[in-house]
């Protein structure tokens, strides 16, 4: 059983401490501006190879600070508890770090903008809804199907003033990789981490030898080397930003706030992170901000509200979780049995 939890003195049920709200608005801010960054690294770095380096570098060194991976006992052995434990965390890592971040980079790298990249990755709400219901049986309410559809005419207002014929190949990329994060958010559900920090550092260090794998086939060693020859202090910075900042501190961060508060009450911030993107992208790199980009804007936020703040509805009619609510079943690592438990 759980500790109850308490909210800070002066704050009641579901209201956060202004402490805790300049912490959600600095996280939202860091992952705005995270958009900037990786188009700065992409001029040192090719996307596949940068990718690479920002987990690895995010994997170490807290792989070692955060214990062995943690899972919900769920009636099954320790080592099938483990092993079962290791499956998700090469799923979600595959799907999230390898697919999703690949597909990120390479579609910046194409020429979708960092702004533009920061707003049309927020999709990724729709698609877990979608992937939820496929997966989960979770079928959304009005409401939701109401904020699915507003969020995709904005994706198509996005598409209208990116391309005026239609998305570029980089626009496109990064619509699948919204796609792509929300089936790493759906295979996160099923995993249901009671530990959301110690589960993404894992996860962290799935994609490392996939992605450089993939950076030596397709972007060529010789890239890579010059890459790596290169690096100057802008270079480390960037990577450093990346993963140290942007997925360690962020994500560590967030989850404690979602370990203290309702996922209701912290989830709306995540709704600035492409105000900071757009507005950082436009402050650093100089890019505009179209009239029909706020239109786009303003569809995918309040689409994107409507999906992610509305309940879901499981089979037989109990409301669904909340997609940015992390699981809370019992914690479970993996300690070696003791003599005792093996004759039993």
């Known amino acids: 059983m759980q500790p109850a939890r308490h909210a800070p003195a002066g704050t009641g049920p579901g209201r956060l401490a202004p402490a805790h709200v300049a912490l959600a608005a600095l996280v939202a801010a860091v992952w705005g501006v995270n958009f900037v960054v990786i188009e700065i690294g992409l001029d040192h770095f090719p996307p596949l190879l940068f990718s690479a380096l920002r987990f690895l570098v995010a994997a170490l060194p807290a792989v070692f600070l955060v214990g062995r991976p943690k899972v919900a006992w769920d009636g099954v052995s320790p080592a099938r508890t483990e092993l079962r434990a290791w499956g998700r965390i090469v799923g979600v890592g595959l799907v999230l770090g390898v697919a999703k971040f690949g597909l990120l980079f390479t579609g910046m790298d194409l020429g979708a903008p960092a702004g533009l990249s920061s707003l049309v990755l927020q999709a990724q709400a729709v698609f877990t809804a979608l992937f939820a219901f496929a997966a989960l049986g979770e079928r959304p309410g009005r409401l939701k199907v109401l904020g699915m559809a507003v969020a995709l005419a904005g994706i198509g207002v996005a598409a209208v003033d990116e391309g005026g014929s239609g998305p570029s190949a980089g626009f496109a990329l990064v619509i699948a990789a919204a796609a792509c994060w929300g089936v790493s958010n759906v295979l996160t559900r099923k995993a249901a981490p009671p530990d959301a920090l110690n589960f993404m550092v894992w996860v962290s260090t799935v994609p490392v030898l996939p992605l450089l794998a993939l950076s030596l086939l397709l972007e060529g060693p010789e890239r890579d080397l010059a890459a790596l020859r290169g690096l100057d202090w802008t270079g480390v910075g960037v990577i450093v930003y990346v993963a140290w900042i942007t997925a360690v501190f962020g994500f560590g961060a967030w989850a404690w706030l979602l370990r ?27 890019e505009p901000v179209t009239p029909l980009r706020w239109c786009a804007a303003a569809l995918l936020v309040g689409g994107v509200a409507l999906t992610s703040l509305a309940p879901g509805r499981v089979p037989g009619g109990g409301p669904g979780r909340n997609p940015v609510a992390p699981a809370e079943p019992a914690v479970v690592s993996f300690p070696r049995p003791t003599s005792k438990e093996r004759r039993a």
């Not at 309702?262 to 950082?280: D, I, K, Q, Y």
Request: hydrophobic fraction near 60%; charged fraction near 5%; aromatic fraction near 14%.
């Open 260 to 286: 203290r508060h309702p996922a209701s009450s912290v989830a709306p911030f995540f709704l600035l992170v492409p105000v900071f993107g757009m507005s950082s992208a436009a402050l650093f790199l100089g």
